[in-house]
């Protein structure tokens, strides 16, 4: 949600996992109480052997998420000289969080309106390179992905959430060159390639924007319609020859309603495109009503298996480690009130029990406890995107 205008597993034993778990997240060993352990230090919280093993074992990515600090971006997004803050940076405080989030790559991309301001921001993130060489990799191919994994580092991949910087159909050559590898049509606009999710009326895709997903078919850059209006939506997953993506939103007939969210109709065409859809943790997007909690969050994971299968489920969780509830005033307000009022912010944007660093654990633990298999667990977990995006991207 963060804008800027605003499996083949090995086999590994329960005690090879808890150990590597401590030793590379720099947390305690974990404590055995009553089959469950309590995997960090810091935090009180106990999770299954179970829940471990399959986090730790599998490839997780996080298709829609933030690597530094919401708080951090936000304040300095409304800073008196937002031009000389680094509102992106990661510090060691926040890569341990990630180290300890169960996450093997992410997606950290936002939403931006120019070429300028994309340019600027791609290349902030490739610089997370040189800011730690030795603990994170930028994702090119699925490959990246793997070895990522065996190497103990994080990857991130490349994106951003419009497409307003592609001014014409070579700049998606540039974008590609510059290490770009996914990138929604639009935000919640209009822009020239096609309709936003709150823009009043939605006419699809224009001449441009096919031209637009033609080029990005061609060089292997994922399209991502996330925020795009229904028709918008459709029009892609028509015109794609590739499969196009849903990296962070949730089921409509679950939530109200709510526009950001899709239709039946826009899930089914994703399945049918052989694609995946990744669930987001916003609050109004989980629910209309309170309470809202991971439990509800959970039944868009069951409503989506039931409806195209479980294959076609993955995970965008739409925030940094620690959610947006932890944003400071004034810029949690001013966050907010950037919004089209069709975003029904209520009194808290995070789901409650999926709103902390270890939120992918819980995850699991929910998926475990609705009678997901290990394997279909290992998809939703990060199988499924895997497969997806070694289809749309060229090999390496």
């Known amino acids: 949600m963060a804008e800027q205008t605003k499996t083949g597993r090995g086999a590994v034993s329960r005690r090879s996992v808890l150990k590597s778990a401590a030793a590379a997240s720099g947390f305690a060993a974990p404590m055995l109480n009553f089959g469950a352990f309590q995997l960090f230090a810091k935090s009180p919280k106990t999770y299954s052997a179970k829940a471990i093993d399959l986090v730790n074992s599998n490839l997780v990515i996080d298709m829609l998420s933030v690597m530094g600090s919401l708080s951090e971006e936000m304040g300095a997004l409304f800073s ?36 300028e301001e994309a340019l600027e921001f791609i290349a902030r993130t490739n610089a997370y390179v040189a800011d730690y060489p030795e603990d994170l990799r930028r994702i090119d191919t699925v490959v990246d992905m793997e070895k990522a994994k065996a190497e103990g580092k994080l990857g991130f991949i490349v994106g951003l959430q419009n497409s307003n910087h592609f001014r014409d159909v070579d700049d998606v050559n540039r974008f590609y060159t510059l290490g770009q590898r996914v990138s929604q049509l639009t935000y919640n606009a209009r822009n020239l390639i096609g309709t936003g999710s709150t823009d009043r009326n939605d006419s699809g895709l224009s001449d441009f924007g096919v031209a637009i997903v033609e080029r990005m078919n061609e060089l292997g850059m994922a399209v991502d319609v996330s925020h795009c209006g229904d028709t918008t939506t459709l029009d892609a997953f028509d015109v794609s020859k590739k499969p196009v ?3 962070h939103s949730n089921v409509r007939a679950l939530a109200g309603g709510h526009v950001r969210c899709k239709s039946d109709e826009a899930i089914k065409k994703m399945a049918a495109a052989g694609s995946v859809m990744g669930i987001t943790g916003v609050r109004m997007f989980v629910r209309d009503k309170e309470p809202t909690t991971i439990e509800h969050l959970l039944d868009h994971y069951d409503y989506v298996a039931k409806l195209v299968g479980v294959e076609h489920l993955g995970v965008g969780s739409d925030m940094d480690p620690d959610g947006y509830d932890d944003i400071a005033e004034p810029a949690y307000s001013k966050l907010k009130g950037s919004y089209k009022g069709s975003y029904a912010f209520r009194k808290k944007i995070d789901t409650d029990g999926f709103d902390h660093p270890q939120k992918i654990y819980d995850l699991t633990e929910g998926l475990i406890r609705r009678g997901y298999s290990d394997a279909d667990i290992a998809g939703i977990l990060g199988g499924n995107f895997k497969r997806v995006l070694g289809e749309i991207w060229k090999p390496a």
């Open 245 to 247: 993506l849903i990296t």
């Open 80 to 115: 008196e000289k937002p031009q000389l803050k680094d509102g992106f940076r990661i510090s060691p405080e926040q890569l341990e969080k990630l180290r300890a989030s169960g996450v093997t790559v992410f997606h950290p991309a936002i939403g931006l309106d120019t070429y």
